[in-house]
């Protein structure tokens, strides 16, 4: 693995080497000589050493990224010990193209995949080629790195709160959003795969979230009105619509994009995400409450046959993922001659509450993870969804910013291999 430089590097030393070991000239020349000698080994070794810990790096890069690739198709159902490894071996090498020399002489020492346990470990090794240490007797040395991950096969259930406002219509934006969440739908639930482990929802929200009719009724208590805005009496507790039913304000102007309960058909969801539509301000605390509503167990009788929420206690994962390009700043329940500023007042901090309810301990489980994407959306609405967020922890970060449908994309789909992703133990 040496290169052409470094060959002729070694081949100049070694040369110099014989020289200043055959030169009997001069009374300082052998000293001097000698001097030189273990100067340009030490460099060389340097190099050397230094060679091995970059060779080294990108070996465990690769092994990392090959452990991931693998352990991915293991979640979606794969289980065959031959396919995986291809997989694996596949997603290592490609990761050394530009490498050829590392990648010709790296092995796979050895790939333990158990289905049973979600264990996925693995070693390589590799001899590379010393430029100088040959010169001391070592002509090569021995590399190996080792790495594990430990997937959860729990179930997940995901609440995708989404931004149809009227500003979303402007620079492309709703297009920007449409593609990035299909991306995300994509890593959720990939094509020609058993999604039995994982159920995505859809809130998408403006002045309100609109229902169809059956479901608005049954969660307000009022015939013809679609458009679900905040509770009156209790608007940030986790209560069923038994308990209290949800406001419905004539006044709201939902978007015509309709919720979408928690499902694993990936066709609907993507042609739901197809047909999103844009219109009216935003009251991002009611599209908070129903992401909360679809993941809560006392929210189970509400929903249609087989897009009820587990209940907390169980092993289930349960996730918001909110995006936003604006200030939140419209509020009903007990306003009528309310400036606007009041309105955002309220709809910031009943989004706070609700937020910090989600997230507290449920049943002696973990609350429920929610990611915030601040999508060029102003300060105010950054510093929102930087609360609600679930706290950043051993450097994972759960509140993003995109400026742009490039970002945008890439933080959707970054989201949704965090969500499926195997969380390296070594």
Known sequence: MLSQFARKLKDGLARNTIRFANNRSGAFAPIFGVTAITLMLSAGAAFDYSQA???????????????LAAGHELADGENRQQKLRKIFEDHLFANLTSHPQLAAATQIDSLEIDPLTGDVE???????????LGLAGIPSLNLGVASAATFSSAPVEISMVLDVTGSMNSNGKLDSLKQAAAGAIDVLLPENRNHSNVRVGLVPYSE??????????????????TCMTERKLNPAADLSFQSEPVGADRRADC?????????????????????????????????????????SDKWKKFWPTGSEPEDYDSNTRKIVILM??????????GVRDDPQGGQAKRSNQLALNLCKDMKKEKRGRDGITIYTIAFDAPRSAQATLKECATPAKDGHNFYFEASNAEELAMIFQSIAVDIKSLHLTR
Do not use: C
């Not at 693995?122 to 100088?132: C, G, H, I």
């Not at 009724?217 to 013809?224: C, D, L, M, R, T």
């Not at 058909?265 to 009216?280: E, T, V």
């Open 324 to 333: 936003t390009d604006g200030e939140f700043n419209t509020y009903f329940q």
């Open 53 to 67: 810990s970059r060779a080294r790096s990108l070996m465990a890069a690769s092994l990392d990224s090959a452990i």
């Open 122 to 132: 693995a070693s390589l090794k590799a001899d590379m080629e010393t430029a100088f």
């Open 208 to 225: 309100g979230v609109r229902l169809p009719d059956d479901l608005a009724e049954k969660a307000s208590g009022k015939a013809n009105r």
């Open 255 to 295: 978007s015509n994009s309709e919720i979408e309960p928690l499902t694993g058909n990936r066709d609907n969801l993507l042609s739901d995400i197809a047909d999103l539509r844009a219109n009216g301000f935003t009251a991002g605390h009611s599209g908070i409450a129903w992401g909360y509503y679809m993941l």
